[in-house]
Every structure is written in C-alpha cells, then in structure tokens.
C-alpha cells in the first residue's frame, strides 16, 4: 500500500476517534476528506470502496449529541443563516417532484444539498471557541497547500493530477484554491512564527497550480482579490499588502509559461476564442429557457434541454456531448428558477452582512483576528463567486463553509464582546463600592 494512503488512513481514524471527545474534530476531519477523497485520488485504488464522508459526518452527529455538554455557551448566538438553505433544499425538492425535466437526476441534486445543508449546520454550530475555529482553517489550508504540491509533482498545462468532490476539473480546483489565498496571504502578513513559514513555503506552489489550470475565471478571481485587498485593507497594513502582492506578481511573472499568457490574452477577444464565445450562446439558451419555465428545470435539466435552446452549438454537442450554462448564476435561475435565485443571493447577502458585521465591531473585541479572518472569508467569497460568473460553483462546498465559519467567527465575536463588557461592569461597581 503506497504511502499517501496509510498517511490519510491514520490522520482519518485518528481525527474519527478523536470526534467521539469533542465534535469539532469531526469538522476539521470532514475538511480533511474533502481534500484527500480516496476515489479521486491515484493511491485511492489501494483503500476500500467507502463512504468516507458520510461516515465522519454521522459520527460529529453522535458526537454532538453525545457531547453537547461540553461546547462552550454562547451569549447572543445567531444561526439564521442557515434558514436560507433549508428553504433552498425544500424548494429544490418541491421542484424535483412537480416539474422537474429529469426527476432521478433533479432529486440527486436535492439530495446533495440536503446533505450540504446538515454539514453546514454542523460547522456553525460546533465551532464555538477561537483555538477550534482557527485548527478547522488551518486543515483546510494544509489540505490547499496540499493540491499545489500535487499539482507541482503530477501536473500540466490545463491538467493538475487532482481533484475534489463538485470539483473534478482544473477550472474547479484553482477557483477553490484562488478563494484560499487571501487567507495564506493574511496569515502570513500578521501571523505567528510558523504560520508564516508555513504561508510563504505554499504561495509558490498556490500559483504554479492556478497557472497549470490556465483557468481564466480563476486569474479574473485572484486579480479581484488583489484589488479588494488594496481597497479594503488600510493603515501599516496596506503597505505590507501592498509589498506582498508586488511578491506574488514577481512569482506569477516568473512562473507563467506563454501558453498561459496566451490563454489569458484572449479575455479581451473572447468573441474570437471558441470555449468564450460559445458562452454567450449557452447563458443566452438558459435565459429563453427560464423565460419558458420560470419556476426552474430542476437538477441538470438544463443539460437535457441545451440542444433545443442553443442550436448554435447543436453540431458540437452532438459530437462531444451537451454543455452546461457555465454560469452560477444563470444555472441557479434555470433548474431552480426564480425562487432558487432569491434563495441563493439570500444566502450570499446574509452572509456579507454578517462578515460587515464582524469587521464593524473590531475594535470591541481585543483580538485583531476577527477582523483579519473576515476579511479573508470576505475575499475568499468574493473570488470564488467571480470564477462562478464563467463556471458552476452552486454545489461548491466552499461558498457555504464560508458562510458557516462567517456565522461562527461572528458568535465567538459577540460572545466575547459580552463577557469583556460584564467584566468591564463588574469593575466599574468594584470601584465605585471604594
């Protein structure tokens, strides 16, 4: 059995085990898997066919339920977030069973969701204190500083040798991977020791994946990032923001190749390139195919009608098969309708203000990280759904662990800005009794 397999076999068992103490390693391990999925890796072969995921995700429930005693009380907390998606997933099977083109199809989307939306219930809840909170952040990132070393090792032009589950091409992966690099810069600006050490080792590796992928929509999504940096980060911080992207453009301007800069060129000719062009003709088929069904096609029902709708294309998909909308948006608003896409910018919007939110009341809260990770979360978002605006990303798992590590971080937040006012209170009695 190769090595890679018996490494993940003992950090899965070790973080299984450990979720009977506390639930928050269930969450850390779910991550883990998500990274390492063993059908979708090389070694994956040399391990049983199991239900990696499902499993870990059962055994954080018992433990929950087994240790609810032991998470810590939150004064205020706030999980209205996650309403959005229990309305989401029951509109999708209201859907599914009343007009959905392809049924079997539709309720597998449902079910995903369903699914996504337990996981993500989970992740707020449990994280409750900031030392779990910040371990769930560092396996996701050790698991991103991870694809690049893969994609180092095995990959190519426009094929990384890696994948993840709801992303199994490389425009996938390096829109996730770009949604984690504000994170990796952040930490390594205002970081301890070893988290910078860590940061700096991985950038190199962060953006020779994102030029593997030569993924337009994940370059469209680290320029953003870079300019919402510049924006949004002020004082002594935006110099060294400043000094860190002037780093990751050097590294960029050394490791890109020309096909990359040739790929990247033809954004501003995209009515010349054909996978652009062809775009405008998909995003145009899915509006005339929402105008028809405006309540939505459910799951991949815009796949089964494309031929009809975007007959520019028919030849093509003939030949190699039928396309999708390529559009978060616009994939939304065709298998899920109108309501879907109240739903989703519901979800998106909610989100953002509870991220505002956290980076309002900084300074009631000591600790600067708050901010920091807001920000992140902020950017990281932001990036993934710009990559959307060109790809699907509505069943990325990503897009909803933010917004669970969003509605966590602000419960940590709230709770301890209580605590530091009842103390305050009680100090100020203490002095007037003297």
């Known amino acids: 059995m190769p090595v890679s397999a018996i490494l993940f076999l003992i950090l899965y068992f070790t973080g299984l085990i450990l979720t009977f103490r506390h639930p928050y390693f269930g969450v850390a391990t779910y ?3 998500w990274h390492n999925h063993p059908p979708y890796q090389w070694w994956g072969s040399h391990l049983p066919d199991f239900r990696w995921s499902f499993l870990i995700s059962v055994v954080t429930l018992v433990s929950l339920i087994i240790n609810r005693k032991k998470l810590k009380p939150l004064h205020g907390a706030d999980y209205k977030l996650i309403l959005w998606l229990i309305a989401f997933t029951a509109w999708m099977y209201f859907i599914s069973s009343f007009f959905a083109i392809d049924p079997k199809e539709s309720f597998k989307k449902a079910e995903i969701f369903y699914k996504l939306t337990i996981q993500i219930f989970l992740m707020m809840y449990i994280l409750r204190e900031t030392k779990h909170f910040r371990f769930v952040i560092w396996v996701m990132l050790l698991g991103v500083a991870n694809f690049g070393r893969i ?3 095995r990959g190519s032009n426009r094929d990384l040798g890696v994948i993840a589950p709801n992303s199994t091409e490389e425009n ?11 994170f990796f810069g952040l930490y390594f ?6 988290e910078k050490v860590v940061t700096i080792i991985s950038a190199p590796f962060l953006i020779n994946l994102i030029i593997l992928a030569n993924s337009r929509a994940s370059f469209m999504a680290v320029l953003v990032i870079a300019l919402l940096a510049v924006i949004w980060i002020r004082g002594k911080l935006r ?5 860190a992207l002037v780093g990751g453009a050097i590294l960029v301007l ?21 996978s652009a062009s062809s775009r405008i003709y998909l995003w145009r088929g899915a509006i005339e195919m929402w105008k028809d069904h405006p309540l939505g096609l459910g799951g991949d029902g815009y796949q089964a009608l494309v031929m009809d709708y975007v007959p520019e294309l028919r030849e ?5 098969g039928a396309k999708t909308v390529h559009n978060t948006f616009l994939l939304v608003l065709v298998e899920w309708g109108f309501v879907g896409v109240i739903l989703f910018l519901g979800f998106l919007i909610h989100t953002f203000l509870i991220l505002g939110r956290i980076r309002r009341d900084r300074f009631k809260a000591p600790s600067y990280r708050y901010y920091v990770d807001a920000v992140a979360i902020q950017m990281g978002l932001i990036g993934i759904l710009v990559a959307g605006i060109f790809h ?20 940590i937040q709230v709770d301890e800005i209580y605590h530091n006012s009842m103390e305050e209170l009680a100090l100020e009695e203490v002095e007037s009794i003297k």
Do not use: C
């Open 316 to 320: 093509i998909m003939e030949e190699k």
């Open 239 to 243: 110099w060294r923001v400043l000094l």
């Open 254 to 274: 050394t490791l890109a190749n020309e096909q990359f800069w040739q790929r990247q060129k033809t954004i501003d000719n995209y009515e010349q390139e054909g």
């Open 172 to 182: 996938a992966i390096s829109a996730h991977v770009a949604a984690m690099l504000p």
């Open 151 to 153: 994609a180092y090792e």
């Open 189 to 194: 600006l205002i970081g301890k020791n070893w």
């Open 392 to 411: 699907n990303r509505l069943y990325s798992e990503v897009i909803y662990w933010f917004g669970a590590f969003a509605v966590a971080l602000r419960n």
């Open 31 to 33: 991550i883990f898997e």
